[in-house]
């Protein structure tokens, strides 16, 4: 897979899955700063470890209950300038999240 392919297929997948996300984090000061976040939650493992495996990123796990059952839910994420990076390079293949890129790109506050 070419990493244009790579860029399109992950394009899909944050469209039907993602979030861009810019706000405010804390440091371990205490101090606040502006952050930019792409999120992807997913239910297979094998995506979330295809995703940091080729655009880094972090890794968690949690279980949320499910018809009775707790059931495994993978999040992907990527922070700050690499996030931001990730979102130029992304933007002409996205869709549904394109004002979403727009934010994390171009807020200033």
Known sequence: MTDKEKLIYL???VDGEGTFWRGYSKN???ERYLQ???IVVQKEKPLIDWMKENFEGGVTLSRRMSFG????IWR?????KKCELLAKRLQPYMIVKREQIKRVLYQDN
């Open 28 to 30: 371990g000061r205490g």
């Open 76 to 80: 992907w994420s990527l922070n700050g």
């Open 36 to 38: 930019s976040r792409l």
């Open 69 to 72: 059952i707790r059931r495994p």
């Open 11 to 13: 394009a899909g997948i």
